[in-house]
């Protein structure tokens, strides 16, 4: 089991910077996926980008491809979300989620067992 707790939200202009975390606990961090997705007010939780237990594959959203950078330390079990070129669209709560380790990583969030409780993102024009 591994439990997981997202941090770095707030507020940013549009165009600005983010760095999300994802902190880990336990010693079973590489037999985990880490999926990030987002959820805004009245849609559906969406998919934003994946990384590997050994962090040499990575998928991401086309929503997001070219802007949003994953990458994960294991030696501190923490995963990051850079996110460069905000834009107000990019508004929602920002999850993290872990899924044990897969030949192919998922991008369904029903797949994914172990959920952070969210930090905010807001951006602003």
């Known amino acids: 089991q591994v439990q997981v707790v997202e941090s770095g939200g707030g507020l940013v202009q549009a165009g600005g910077s983010l760095r999300l975390s994802c902190a880990a606990s336990?010693?079973?961090?590489?037999?985990?996926?880490i999926g990030w997705f987002r959820q805004a007010p009245g849609k559906d939780r969406e998919f934003l980008a994946v990384?590997?237990?050994?962090?040499?594959?990575?998928v991401y959203a086309e929503s997001v491809k070219g802007r949003f950078t994953i990458s994960r330390d294991n030696f501190k079990n923490t995963v990051y979300l850079q996110m460069n070129s905000l834009k107000p669209e990019d508004t929602a709560v920002y999850y993290c989620a872990a899924d044990y380790r897969r030949a192919v990583v998922s991008v369904h969030p029903n797949e994914y067992a172990y959920w952070g409780q969210g930090t905010q993102v807001t951006v602003s024009l």
């Open positions: 336990g010693r079973t961090f590489t037999r985990y996926d």
């Open positions: 990384v590997s237990w050994s962090g040499g594959s990575t």
